[in-house]
């Protein structure tokens, strides 16, 4: 049972309790107990939907008719799907809060309360996966909890897989294989920058004293996670079989916490015939391999079911890639991407920076083709096309950095630009954004920027307040950069892009 108090003020949004407010105190008593890893709750001006089942979403007056629009009926139909695999949902009710732009974390599990960023409600399927990935948690990471900081793939990975099988259920096979193609490409992508012998590749990974958990949270948390337990299903042969088993694994763990081996050790109890084939020992993919190898996954799903989705993207990819570049503008400009999924647009975009620097007539082009198109989409295709501009030092483009840099208040739709900024020729740009923006950001946010901006330029280079009021009356052309502060541009970005990946 938990019980919460809090100061005078505002009311506290609790879920499923039952609120109790004294003179001006207000008191939260919860029934279930948890072994969840926190415990949070908003207090703010928040209006609530109507109810609707057991699931209410709660947003500033000016957001809730987007948030209920969008959300309407379907909570309660990833909810159900997820019962049918899982078993049934424990903590009464689902409800869900859309905090500012400026809160540090996309999406946030409670029992009982989602926290999710407002700007995720502009990109319509990265909302839907965000939510589901927190509804999965009610089962993978609140009922049943990683016992250490060290494995939180358990909680990540089971979750991921849930989430997989819960949209492969309610909108099928296709999109969820080119989600996942979409999030494989971030892990390669990661791993590229890291190493494959970098330890945070590892499940198991070793948490050093002094190191913050956090920075545990990374995509082989999640995404190497997923592969392994993809593998586990795939050993049974039935994923029906292996909803079964985590049906099981729930039931039987529920409000505890466990470590890897309690996974394993119930997976081979409930697939004795696995047992006695050893398949924890298979040459390659071992148990134990898996576990405490850095480096890839050692085995990744088969994503053919998606190939109706992946295939034109990596078409029109090839098709910009292609010589001579005129024709190969004329046969990319007749498809149409404005009727692509996100996932799609984004996957495309990807390639393109992956493939960054590109020739400048390249990027001419594709600016030619696709920047006006662009500039109506949401923010996660928006940022992709940002950071090629700036990746190819493509001035003319500029502008649209600075205006969405100014409307962007998320850690994971600044990071990116301002660590590519910092990297290249155009730090000084970078500075006089951030002047005429600190003000707004998260004061984490800030500070992370303030890092990303002094790399290279000595000890005592941070940007200050005062620096801030000096420079925010300035009026630079947004075609034309200034020149760098300092002598030495920063050799790499200081930290990885922020995917964007749900708690």
């Known amino acids: 049972m938990g019980r919460a108090c809090g100061g005078r003020g505002r009311g506290g949004l609790g879920g499923a309790g039952s609120p109790q407010v004294r003179q001006g105190i207000w008191a939260h008593r919860r029934e279930e107990t948890w072994s969840g890893s926190g415990f949070g709750g908003p207090v703010s001006l928040c209006l609530p939907s109507p109810p609707c089942d057991r699931s209410r979403v709660w947003a500033e007056p000016c957001l809730l008719p987007t948030a209920t629009s969008k959300l309407s009926g379907a909570v309660e139909q990833w909810l159900s799907a997820a019962e049918r695999l899982y078993g049934p949902y424990l903590w009464g009710r689902y409800d869900i809060v859309f905090l500012p732009p400026s809160f540090p974390i996309v999406a946030m599990e409670n029992p009982c309360l989602t926290f999710i960023i407002s700007s995720i409600l502009e990109s319509d399927e990265f ?51 080119l989600e996942t193609a979409f999030r494989l490409d971030a892990l390669h992508r990661q791993m590229k920058l890291l190493g494959e012998d970098s330890p945070v590749s590892k499940l198991q990974v070793k948490l050093e004293p002094g190191v913050n958990p956090s920075h545990l949270m990374n995509l082989f948390t999640y995404e190497k996670g997923y592969c392994f337990v993809y593998y586990l299903s795939q050993l049974c042969g039935d994923p029906q079989r292996f909803d079964d088993f985590l049906r ?15 996974l394993l050790d119930s997976f081979l109890s409930f697939f004795p015939e696995l047992k006695e084939q050893s398949v924890d020992c298979r040459a390659g ?56 999924k996100t996932f799609q647009t984004a996957l495309f975009l990807d390639r393109l920076l992956d493939g960054s620097p590109l020739p400048q007539e390249v990027v001419m082009s594709l600016s030619k083709c696709y920047s006006s198109l662009l500039d109506s989409m949401n923010a996660e295709i928006r940022i992709r096309w940002l950071q090629i501009v700036v990746r190819n030092d493509y001035y003319p483009d500029l502008h649209r950095v600075r205006r969405f840099l100014e409307s962007q208040m998320s850690r994971m739709y600044t990071i990116p630009l301002y660590e590519d900024l910092c990297t290249g020729a155009l730090k000084s740009f970078a500075l006089e954004v951030f002047y005429q923006t600190q003000g707004r950001l998260h004061p984490n946010l800030r500070r992370t920027i303030q890092q990303i901006l002094c790399q290279g330029l000595g000890p005592s280079a941070e940007p200050s307040v005062e620096q801030a009021s000096a420079g925010a009356d300035s009026e630079v052309d947004a075609d034309t950069p200034a020149l760098l502060l300092g002598d030495e541009a920063p050799s790499s970005a200081i930290s990885l892009r922020d995917v964007n990946v749900s708690a």
């Open 127 to 177: 909302l839907v996966i965000d939510v589901i990935h927190e509804v999965a948690h009610s089962w993978f990471g609140n009922a049943v909890t990683n016992a250490t900081w060290e494995e939180m793939w358990l909680s990540e990975g089971l979750a991921t897989y849930a989430q997989r099988r819960i949209t492969t259920e309610t909108y099928g096979a296709a999109f969820t294989c």
């Open 248 to 262: 099981a694994y729930v039931e039987k763990y529920k409000f505890t916490s466990v470590v890897a081996q309690d």
């Open 285 to 340: 993919l071992e148990f134990e391999r898996w576990l405490n190898a850095t480096g890839p996954p050692l085995a990744e799903p088969d994503l053919s079911q998606g190939s109706s989705l992946t295939r034109p993207v990596e078409a029109l990819f090839q098709l910009w890639t292609a010589e001579p570049l005129d024709q190969a503008a004329a046969s990319a400009s007749a498809i149409d991407i404005s009727k692509w």
